[in-house]
């Protein structure tokens, strides 16, 4: 069950930049098709309607296809964390994070005891109660992927706090959401941007806290990105890919065709 999360944050602590797409389409057949393409799924309950018995399908096929499946829900919270680890998600994202307690309620949440306060209801991850043991639990405990949305002002100001949190895997920087917290939106290159990544990844990486960031189909950006020191990049998803494919594509023909 564990071995795509594994695999995950092995290749993280090799130096590897793993590169992941967003999936915003209901039908499981997106997660099929850009499986062969990139080292992660992000799912985003935040930012899309996607129902939870859509998002299980999304998670078997990740499963499947041996791709973590890792989750951006909605906030935080029990309710919207418990089923979506149940329904086999190797990690949590949670958005809007701006203290330190916070993120001890999520660690909780995603750990069973003695760790954490998880309830005790994995049918997809113990292959439907097959696998349910002790050694499961250990496991669950030491894979579960639990990562904090860095999107706000508090959030940078507290984020020696928020660092020191035990089991906090990774943040994740929200760059569009960061600007406009700061004053500036829509300017992810301004200098305040510049300066909120440049004291929070450093310090992420010195706690021994993975670095992530979620933006749109724009290598140039995801390369500067990498320079700075994140790690894994969330690169838009089906909806942006079809987009900028679909644009570019006719673009290009109608480009063609007045030159001709």
């Given at each position: 069950?564990?071995?795509?999360?594994?695999?995950?944050?092995?290749?993280?602590?090799?130096?590897?930049?793993?590169?992941?797409?967003?999936?915003?389409?209901?039908?499981?057949?997106?997660?099929?098709?850009?499986?062969?393409?990139?080292?992660?799924?992000?799912?985003?309950?935040?930012?899309?309607?996607?129902?939870?018995?859509?998002?299980?399908?999304?998670?078997?096929?990740?499963?499947?296809?041996?791709?973590?499946?890792?989750?951006?829900?909605?906030?935080?919270?029990?309710?919207?964390?418990?089923?979506?680890?149940?329904?086999?998600?190797?990690?949590?994202?949670?958005?809007?994070?701006?203290?330190?307690?916070?993120?001890?309620?999520?660690?909780?949440?995603?750990?069973?005891?003695?760790?954490?306060?998880?309830?005790?209801?994995?049918?997809?991850?113990?292959?439907?109660?097959?696998?349910?043991?002790?050694?499961?639990?250990?496991?669950?405990?030491?894979?579960?992927?639990?990562?904090?949305?860095?999107?706000?002002?508090?959030?940078?100001?507290?984020?020696?706090?928020?660092?020191?949190?035990?089991?906090?895997?990774?943040?994740?920087?929200?760059?569009?959401d960061l600007a406009a917290s700061l004053g500036v939106m829509g300017d992810i290159n301004h200098p305040k941007v510049e300066d909120a990544?440049?004291?929070?990844?450093?310090?992420?990486?010195?706690?021994?806290?993975?670095?992530?960031?979620?933006?749109?189909?724009?290598?140039?950006?995801?390369?500067?990105?990498?320079?700075?020191g994140v790690q894994w990049l969330q690169l838009s998803g089906d909806l942006g890919y079809m987009i900028y494919g679909v644009d570019s594509?006719?673009?290009?023909?109608?480009?063609?065709?007045?030159?001709?």
């Amino acid at each position: 069950m564990f071995e795509a999360i594994a695999k995950f944050r092995q290749n993280l602590l090799n130096g590897q930049v793993l590169i992941g797409a967003g999936v915003y389409v209901v039908d499981p057949q997106s997660s099929d098709a850009l499986s062969d393409s990139v080292d992660f799924l992000w799912y985003d309950q935040e930012h899309s309607t996607m129902s939870l018995d859509a998002l299980r399908g999304h998670i078997i096929v990740a499963r499947n296809r041996g791709k973590p499946a890792i989750v951006r829900i909605s906030e935080l919270g029990r309710p919207f964390i418990k089923p979506v680890l149940d329904s086999g998600a190797d990690g949590i994202v949670v958005p809007q994070i701006q203290t330190a307690d916070e993120v001890k309620a999520l660690i909780e949440d995603c750990r069973y005891p003695p760790l954490g306060k998880r309830g005790l209801g994995p049918t997809i991850p113990s292959n439907y109660w097959r696998d349910i043991d002790e050694e499961f639990f250990l496991q669950s405990n030491m894979n579960i992927f639990a990562a904090i949305m860095i999107e706000t002002v508090e959030a940078v100001e507290n984020i020696d706090e928020i660092l020191a949190v035990p089991g906090l895997d990774s943040i994740v920087i929200g760059p569009s959401d960061l600007a406009a917290s700061l004053g500036v939106m829509g300017d992810i290159n301004h200098p305040k941007v510049e300066d909120a990544m440049n004291e929070v990844i450093p310090k992420a990486k010195a706690a021994g806290v993975f670095v992530g960031a979620g933006m749109g189909p724009d290598a140039d950006w995801a390369c500067v990105l990498a320079a700075r020191g994140v790690q894994w990049l969330q690169l838009s998803g089906d909806l942006g890919y079809m987009i900028y494919g679909v644009d570019s594509l006719t673009s290009m023909i109608k480009t063609n065709l007045h030159h001709g």
